[in-house]
């Protein structure tokens, strides 16, 4: 898979949970995922953990498509109750940055997984998708 998009998501969850805990969420009832489903998971300290490989297909949103076409970047919080952390938003831009470049993907195509359609507010209500590329294509000026 050659990603075309990145879906932007929270844990929805308002302890702390890292990558193995959400694994354990995925592969059980009601999920039961193969594995996790998201690519990567950015902790609110800012530490990046990887889930699925870039080049696996996704299982963390199958609105239009998307398992097929993107990248799931998972956030720890809940996006309804709590913003992202400054360490998560400095990883999130690197992250990013790389990716975009990596895979020649456009800014315009980082999106919240409710604006595929999903029926939820994922990535919460307090995250803003217009600002969150907005920040992305200030911090990839600054990158160039």
Sequence with gaps: MIPEYLIIHTAAYKGDADIKEI??????PPHNFRTVGYHYYIRRDGTIEKGRKENEKGAHCKHMGMNSKSLGICFEGHGDYEPWTKHQEESY?????RLLNKYD????????H?????PKTCPG??????????KMEVYKLGTL
């Design 23 to 28: 694994t354990r969420w995925h592969v059980n």
């Design 93 to 97: 831009l690197r992250l990013c940055n």
């Design 105 to 112: 993907i456009p800014v315009k195509n980082i999106w919240g």
């Design 114 to 118: 409710r604006e595929t359609g999903a």
């Design 125 to 134: 209500t307090l995250i803003d998708m217009h600002e969150v590329r907005l």
